[in-house]
């Protein structure tokens, strides 16, 4: 018949009296060392490391409180001569997951932050090389995900942030002829830069200028002139100055105007206009057009019909698509005047 010895305590053979196995909670083992309780483990089988109550199979909690990673500080160390590393292995169809949350908070339900600069933090050669903020924001070289310093931020809305002093990206399509970028909107293929031999092109293009001087409520199609001064920047440290090079533009109000620069495409969240100037492009044309027709300045905002077939400096654009529609409307071109 099997026999049971119950104690509080089980001291060491060397007469250790403050260190030892201690008993005296009921199905839980202790182990004590210099009278402190270092590890625990209860009935369910779960071990705790510095953890009264253990979350996990294993739970292991440091009382050191400070921020800064440091060798005593560290509360799993994994070291071998050879290759070392940490292996997560799941059932099938099931995932494994690594979880960063604060101090006190089950590992295994819903995670919530109290600081925003709480972090996990990847590190090598003593340095920080990643990080995933409290926000969900994955950075390599960054510390905070924006574009002031050199570095990559993947944002957790799905915005994608690379700062470089020098080359900044390169695409390398290998062995075959094809797109290199595709861009898409609404989940349909609007356009893609591709490669064959030695030619990049880019499809589906309309070359834009960014300017300013006409009012967001013109109307798209406005055919718009260049005046005699420079467009300024309205964000960023450049706000205020001068863009080189860049015009400032004007509803275009003289037939036939030479000084004509393209037709207004959109307007951005700081009211600055895209003007498409070459490419394809919609103009808001008086008159009715045939495909073919080249296209200047009507005095108001549209164009009309050019009387000749001579590429100009008045000259807009090409109609593409003919409308025999005598008033006011949107037709598609291929645009010459940028």
Known sequence: MASEIKVDTIVNAGGDNDSGIDLST???VKFDIAGAEKARVHSDGKVGIGETTPLANLHIKSADSGVTPSADSDELFI???GNSGITIGSGSSNSGTIRFADSGTDNRGNITFNHSNEAMTFTTAASERMRIDSSGNFMVGQTTANSDNAGISLRSDGQF???????VASFNRLSSDGDLIQFQQASSVE???????STVS???FSGLHE???IATSTAIGTVVSTIDELDTYVSGDKSGQTRADHAKVEVSNTTGDKAVYGVVTRFDEDDKVFVASVGIG?????GACAKGDLLES???GTAKVQSDDIVRSKTIGKVTIGNSNTGVKLVSCVLYCG
């Open 26 to 28: 009921n199905d839980v």
């Open 79 to 81: 070291e071998g001569s």
């Open 161 to 167: 942030l690379c700062t470089r002093t020098g080359l």
């Open 191 to 197: 356009g893609a830069i591709s490669v064959s031999g």
């Open 202 to 204: 880019y499809g589906g």
């Open 211 to 213: 300017s300013s001087g």
């Open 282 to 286: 919609s103009v808001r044309v008086t």
């Open 298 to 300: 009507n005095g108001d």
